[in-house]
Nanobody, 115 residues
């Protein structure tokens, strides 16, 4: 079993920055894709960004140029640096990691962008 724990969420003013972290632990042998998703109230969960073990990244159009995903394979950790935050970025942010085609999700961390 793999456990996934996110951290770093909080309240920030529009235009501010936050850095989310996600650590995977447990029975880890070969983590594949890692990524961040978000879900706003009343909305479906949507992809924010993903990153492969080799560092190839993919971003949703609405975060391109503002968010940066990175990972540390030695620590089984993925990060999401969020800059120029907008009110519409308010959501619960979830981390997903994949191993042998099985996905593991964290419990989520709340990000609220408000003045």
């Amino acid at each position: 079993q793999v456990q996934v724990v996110e951290s770093g969420g909080g309240l920030v003013q529009p235009g501010g920055s936050l850095r989310l972290s996600c650590v995977a632990s447990g029975s880890i042998f070969s983590l594949d894709l890692m990524g961040w998703y978000r879900q706003a109230p009343g909305q479906q969960r949507e992809l924010v960004a993903t990153i492969t073990p080799g560092g190839n990244t993919n971003y949703a159009d609405f975060v391109k140029g503002r968010f940066t995903i990175s990972r540390d394979n030695t620590k089984n950790t993925v990060y999401l640096q969020m800059n120029s935050l907008k009110s519409e970025d308010t959501a619960v942010y979830y981390c997903r990691t994949r191993q042998y085609n099985y996905s593991y999700w964290g419990q989520g961390t709340q990000v609220t962008v408000s003045s």
